[in-house]
């Protein structure tokens, strides 16, 4: 039972470089969020998906966008990576928005 | 919207000692309460929840706290072993205007002594 899978676990980007973050997850849950975080912080919420082919902003959702185009992935990319998105990045999902949640790994970005 | 806030950043126990482990929270609207813990390079893993309509639930070793009196939610951490040594964070969920929102607060880091 792998749960959230998150890939890759860490990635070092140029400035301007673009990437992808992928996550998948196998136990059917509609909704899907990805978190970025912070040394000495809380989880801030990215981007959030309540099912396939719906999508919704998060707290910090600038620089980055997401698709979720089946129920098991939930891509994130960066299009124009900047100094300010290196942090570690997770991914999760849920039955619903207000029950227990299942992390992924992890990314670790750094852009330099 | 909502903020939540943890009254101590890092906690040290003896071995064999309880802890705990406390969060503020400001809309009295929230509705669900979530503690979560992260060991070291790993993502955040589920202890426990609560919602409103409860002031306490208990778990294996861990029992949640609330007051909506007061807005302060706590996680009790019986016989602490030094596999309890994490970052734990609450979770605070309540419906904003247009979706269902959860705010993550700080973390606590919890070192445990031998």
């Known amino acids: 039972n792998a749960g959230v899978t998150q890939t890759p676990k860490f990635r070092i980007l140029k400035i301007g470089q673009s990437m992808t973050l992928q996550c998948t997850q196998d136990?059917?849950?509609?909704?899907m969020y990805w978190y970025r975080q912070d040394p000495g912080m809380g989880l801030k919420l990215i981007y959030y998906s309540v099912g396939a082919g719906i999508t919704d902003k998060g707290e910090v959702p600038n620089g980055y966008n997401v698709s979720r185009s089946t129920t098991e992935d939930f891509p994130l990319r960066l299009e124009l990576a900047a100094p300010s998105q290196t942090s570690v990045y997770f991914c999760?999902?849920?039955?619903?928005?207000?029950?227990?949640?299942?992390f992924g790994q992890g990314t670790r970005l750094t852009v330099v | 919207g909502e903020s939540v806030g943890l009254h101590l950043p890092t906690l040290s126990v003896q071995e064999g000692d309880n802890s705990i482990i406390n969060c503020a929270y400001s809309?009295?609207?929230?509705?669900?309460f979530i503690w979560y813990k992260q060991e070291s390079g790993k993502g955040p893993q589920f202890i426990i929840d609560i919602r409103s309509n409860m002031d306490k639930r208990q778990g294996q070793r861990v029992t949640v706290l609330l007051n909506k009196t007061v807005k302060h939610l706590s996680l009790q951490i019986a016989a602490t072993q030094p596999g309890d040594s994490a970052v734990y964070f609450c979770a605070v969920g309540f419906r904003g205007s247009n979706d269902y929102k959860l705010s993550f607060g700080a973390g606590t880091t919890v070192t445990v002594r031998a």
């Open positions: 809309n009295s609207a929230s509705d669900y």
């Open positions: 999760a999902s849920s039955y619903g928005p207000n029950t227990e949640a299942f």
């Open positions: 136990m059917n849950h509609n909704y």
